[in-house]
């Protein structure tokens, strides 16, 4: 596969998308159905198709070049996830790293970052190509964990990253530096580090408060906490946040980014989590309204009058 | 080993206590001290002394019979147990089998459970064995998986019983019956189930109130629920608690007792929570005085005026 | 007006009911429908029928009997009492004192105590008369205010006793004594105490938790406290509850029954609160689920499969 | 009293502050020991030394100029407050508009805002004196109140501003608009909006979050709220934020602004809250620490090893 050189024309407002990805859920009866009608659509409008490789196969017969999610990336000018939050948050810890909009189709259970209707889904995609529409730009965290000084493993993260127990409702010690000053020690069952992105996911769960997607901070939130005094609290998302576990802890820990990618940890590691300089770059419907989405996905109130 | 019959004059005020058995952490010198000065107590007390087997080979040297927990349990009048609450939860789901009074000499981190002083204990152990006491009987609860109809594991908890995914950070989902009656579905993490003992435990770290010991009642704390709407909720401690898992779960999970027997559970499989026959009976110094501990262990706050 | 007899025969299961109460919001359209209707039901089932004094004027021309709440719970078999939970709990704290039903029919917001459909209740009070109905009793507090140890105050609360600020968001000190042993000091805005009927109300709001309604049990629920240790605490609802107010407290303060009576507080006071001996019956629909109540009145998950 | 024009060398290092006001709790024993020391203190340093005039006349016999805040905002370089974070709250409302460092010395409770050591207070003060210090700006809020389009009233706030019901524990309903966009509605006893210096005080007794500092940010932490879903929310400190009272509400509400100011509030009244131009500049010794404070007085965790 070549790769071709990017649409250096992406500030025209109509067809400003000329290479588009499709990312989504394999074997999802949903989602499939959901993949086929955006190609036939996609390929209506002039459109080259780029299909990521893991679902490539079930439209092997169709006018699509499988790739990899970087390849994607690096060729197209927008790419469409079909799927849920999570399928989301996979595509988007890979293609933060490039130019590259991103938008969603919601085949999943919530939805935060899906905004499409699988069911209606043309005439918002119309406007997003004709420049109709909401440029977004998320960031996401890198968490890099050190022993002895020496990087033993790092990754990424678009909601969150988590130290934990490698064990459901067991203690850990550790202490939190911001800036390299000690913040506080905690004994928990870990601690949450989530983006605005992720303040309506895990954190929201363990009593964080929800942080607006153009705030520039991070919330941190303990688990479980033992000292009844600890409290979420959120900083500056240009800080680095340092966690350095106790020697003294005997078992094994765990980092895990978005729940999914998970990087153990033991006992005198120290973590660092900062801003990674990549940025997801989400495209919304022009009536894309994210209070609208708190409301219809949290149930906050509606309208009173 | 004879099992001896129980001293029949319990009720008696004056050294009604004449078998003691003492358990203890092994190998921690805090802890070993202390058992040490307790055998040369017990024995000018004139009692006959059984001492826990993983113990008993540090006092091999000295006047005492090596027993394990249940022989202790039947043979005993009094278990004194040196340890932090763990230690004595451990002895606790065993002993409450037996009619035996339990007390606690804290050499752990909080002790909530271990009233006694090791630097200090002989004036309270002696107001003790003069009936100078006040004497709690504490409820357990036992937990029992089901697959398919079939019994397939069971257990006991002091503390408490949590259900949860096996692994951190993942969510699970299920229903929860009380005496057969549906209650409500959930979202989460897992849920946990505490004794009015274990309320100041990992379901305080979890959100959940404050039981104190008289009531008859547990409380279900949810662990990162999803639904904002989930609160924790007291219920009888007569009721009987189910809790039916999802057979749509792809994953597994655990039923953990006092953060320490760990039972499997697939999809599909059912759990029920009920109160156990048996009773933790805590003998306490004359001057306990349970909101002085809360005061102490959690930083409640102190008189005024 | 003659005080009649109790109907003597209230155990038979058929039209156990020949006095009934009528109470309900005045000047409220839907409310007045709903009476006047019920006016006609009772007529229709032989019922002697008394009506509030306050709404009694809207039926002057029909055949009822005005009576006071006082005269409806002497006389009267079954009160039905149409409105929402405040209407409920004003009946309620009159209506305990006597050996009379209760039922609700709901022209209010939530209706966690008022189970009848206004639109379609005939057919469960036709059960109800039947006798095909769950009783339920509930206790309901006392409070006592004292200064000086002279009884300066008192009323009866079915939900909750808030002692607070006569100012929002003003704090204030005092002390808490369960059954005259010391429990803790607080620095908060107020304290809820909350009877289980009362926790899904204003205690629930402030984080505390659910209580089943048989527990015998109140929730003490700290008001924006100022130490972030303070955590809800449930204790026996047979404890007599203390509370004291520091003497250097410089402001006034209130005392509030179910957010609705309020008696005045000074530095130095102390208030207790205790189980009335009065019960609320409660009559419920044969088909009444309590948990169901919770689920669609505080969105609580539904069944999965 | 002529208004002379500031000291124009405020960057040099050395005795860069030639007028500094004394600002203090009027007759209060501490306080005015401290006060009394202070003028000796900075006569030495041979400043020009302001002393607002509600405690002037404690040292009528002393060579100092009686003033009001806003003179001493005008004309002196430093302040200084002697009393507690209520006493710094109040100065600092109206200091914020002036180019004026302002540093405390504690003698109330808690002393978040308070740096200085009142029983040693000299060489913290001599390091500040020679410009060892840190300089943090705090931003301040502005809240109006709009009655049919018309400004009704208006007032400012270091900490947070409360709208609330002019009665402890009732309800009211509002909506709430971020930047004109229509975010949620709520049935509460109202809703807190607090600053980041605000974060560690009634906001956090709510259960919001902690904000570090430099965030420019503000949180919305609802009070009782009655819908369960409702959670505390961070946006950004240049949004406009917005309540609408629900015409429907019958009853006198009030906003009130760091716990003193109080403006009134009625059915269908609009409430804007927006950044202040002023800024408070405090002025840190050296060797301050943010999460030192946080620590000391919230009771976090300290170093582990």
């Known amino acids: 596969m070549v790769i071709l050189p ?9 067809t400003n998308y000329q290479t588009v990805g499709l990312i989504g859920k394999p074997e999802h009866a949903g989602a499939n159905a959901t993949l086929s009608s955006l190609l036939v659509y996609l390929h209506k409008k002039g459109c080259r198709v780029l299909v990521e490789e893991t679902i490539a196969k079930q439209f092997q017969d169709k006018d699509m070049t499988p790739c990899t999610l970087e390849e994607i990336g690096q060729q197209a000018d927008l790419a469409i996830v079909v799927g849920g939050d999570g399928k989301m948050l996979g595509a988007a810890r890979v293609l933060a790293e ?21 069911e209606d889904y043309e005439t918002q995609l119309d406007g997003i190509f004709e420049g109709k529409s ?5 960031f996401i965290l890198e968490v890099e964990v050190y022993q002895g000084g ?38 928990s ?19 964080g408060a929800i942080l607006t997607p153009n705030l520039d901070a991070v919330t941190l939130v303990p688990m479980f906490p033992h000292t009844l005094s600890a409290r979420p609290i959120v900083v500056d998302a240009s800080s680095v946040i340092t966690m350095k576990i106790s020697p003294e802890n005997a078992d094994s820990f765990q980092v895990s980014c978005d729940s999914h990618v998970v990087l153990t940890v033991l006992a005198g590691d120290k973590i660092t989590i900062r801003k990674n300089p990549g940025k997801l770059s989400l495209v919304h419907p022009e009536d894309y ?16 009058y």
């Open 289 to 304: 309204n994210y209070f609208k989405v708190l409301r219809s996905k949290l149930g906050w109130g509606s309208k009173l």
């Open 189 to 207: 069952d870990g601690l949450i580090v989530a983006t605005p992105t992720g303040s309506t996911a895990y954190s929201l769960s363990g009593g």
């Open 6 to 14: 990017k649409n250096s024309c992406r500030t025209c407002t109509l």
């Open 98 to 118: 490039f130019d590259i909009d991103v938008v969603g189709v919601n085949r999943g259970n919530l939805g935060f970052l899906t905004d499409l209707d699988p």
């Open 150 to 187: 020496e990087l033993k493993s790092s990754n990424k993260a678009v909601n969150e990253v988590v130290l934990h127990h490698s064990k459901v409702a067991h203690m850990m010690e550790f202490e939190v530096y911001i800036d390299d000053i000690f913040a506080f020690s905690q004994r």
């Open 134 to 138: 909401q440029l977004e730009e998320r």
